[in-house]
């Protein structure tokens, strides 16, 4: 025997005198998505394929500036969705995997198309080694939402790495490094290595979500920024790179300073209690 389903019945009131009877049908909401911040995910995405598609065809500067430009655009849907108040499950899964190609594949194939497919099996093996470590750390980041301190990151952020790499290809093609031609492949390989085990690695990063921006700052930090811009735009892969560089050692050098002191590890997951929130 079959069970048709049957259509939900309008509730209709009871009739009272001298009151006409009021029909209240069911409302059935379409679920949609917030269309702003999803724009930001996506244009991230688009750099991130640009990239890829500029690093196939050997125009390796337009596709480090594109990673560049990921970054900048992945930093501000999240901030946006928190502004506007449209934050959703959908915008998050979309953001990661929007991260995955944006700072997870177009590095790596990046890099390894500029100069690890000199080195071999040893320079798709260093690519690779990145790609799984960026899979892994924002696998590890989702799962971790929530028993986490959200001041630091555990690990170093995957836009952070693919800064990293695409800072090196941008100053290498610039020829602003004494570096020799027949050792540059293998520092390449490995920096490449270190950002990807450093996105898996317990180091805690700071991750800046406490500072809000509609909160009043002193005067000082208006003009620390004005400085900073004026430092970048001066020469900006020399001040991207070294700024990211700084920010890659920044996580373990506080961590020692930390276990120097006897102070627990900020970045590290606390178990949450039975029953407990």
């Given amino acids: 025997m079959r069970f048709r389903r049957r259509k939900p019945r309008p509730f209709v009131r009871p009739a009272v005198p001298g009151v006409e009877e009021v029909v209240v049908r069911p409302v059935h909401r379409r679920r949609g998505i917030y269309l702003l911040p999803n724009l930001f995910t996506m244009a991230a995405l688009f750099a991130g394929f640009f990239a890829i598609v500029q690093a196939m065809n050997q125009r390796f500067e337009a596709a480090a500036i594109a990673i560049f430009v990921a970054m900048v655009l992945d930093g501000m849907d999240g901030r946006v969705a928190r502004l506007t108040n449209t934050q959703s499950a959908f915008g998050e899964q979309l953001d990661s995997l929007s991260d995955m190609t944006s700072f997870g594949v177009a590095p790596a194939l990046v890099m390894y198309e500029w100069i690890l497919s000199d080195l071999g099996r040893w320079g798709w093996a260093g690519a690779f080694v990145y790609c799984a470590c960026a899979a892994a750390r924002l696998a590890r980041f989702n799962a971790n939402l929530g028993v986490v301190d959200k001041r630091f990151f555990q690990g170093l952020p995957s836009p952070a790495a693919a800064a990293l790499i695409a800072g090196f290809v941008w100053l290498a093609i610039d020829n602003k490094f004494h570096i020799k031609d027949a050792a540059l492949p293998w520092v390449a390989f490995g920096l490449t290595v270190y950002a990807g085990l450093t996105m898996v690695s317990s180091a805690p990063f700071y991750s800046g979500k406490n500072f809000q921006i509609r909160r009043s700052v002193p005067f000082w930090v208006m ?55």
């Fill in 223 to 277: 003009v620390a920024v004005i400085v900073l811009i004026f430092i970048v735009s001066s020469d900006p892969p020399i001040a991207l790179f070294t700024l990211f560089c700084c920010y890659a050692v920044s996580g373990y050098i506080y961590w020692a300073w930390r276990w120097f002191r006897g102070e627990s590890n900020p970045a590290r997951p606390v178990p949450i209690e039975p029953g407990g929130r």
